[in-house]
């Protein structure tokens, strides 16, 4: 099973932005899907971004137009690049990746926006 480590979260001003990172064990030529994922106090996890094979990504519509994915599929790190953050943008963001049936989750990292 892959395992995944996120970086790069912190406390950045309303406006601000962050680049987030999530190194693999192996290859991201080995993995099929790997997306974001965040979960702020008190409600659910919410569906951010999503890349499959290696596709453009697709987001969601909270985010769209201001947080964008990439895949260094030479290597083995994914990085979401977060843009015109807004306090409601504060949350723990989560990597995972699903490849052979197998779905895995990074640690988490926290991001907080202040207004």
């Known amino acids: 099973q892959v395992q995944l480590v996120e970086s790069g979260g912190g406390l950045v001003q309303a406006g601000g932005s962050l680049r987030l990172s999530c190194a693999a064990s192996?290859?991201?030529?080995?993995?099929?899907?790997m997306g974001w994922y965040r979960e702020a106090p008190g409600k659910q996890r919410e569906f951010v971004a999503i890349s499959i094979s290696g596709g453009i990504a697709t987001y969601a519509g909270s985010v769209k137009g201001r947080f964008t994915m990439s895949r260094d599929n030479a290597g083995n790190t994914m990085y979401l690049q977060m843009n015109s953050l807004k306090p409601e943008d504060t949350a723990v963001y989560y990597c995972?990746?699903?490849?052979?049936?197998?779905?895995?989750w990074g640690q988490g990292t926290q991001v907080a926006v202040s207004s």
């Open positions: 995972y990746a699903y490849s052979e049936s197998v779905l895995a």
């Open positions: 192996r290859s991201l030529r080995s993995i099929d899907t």
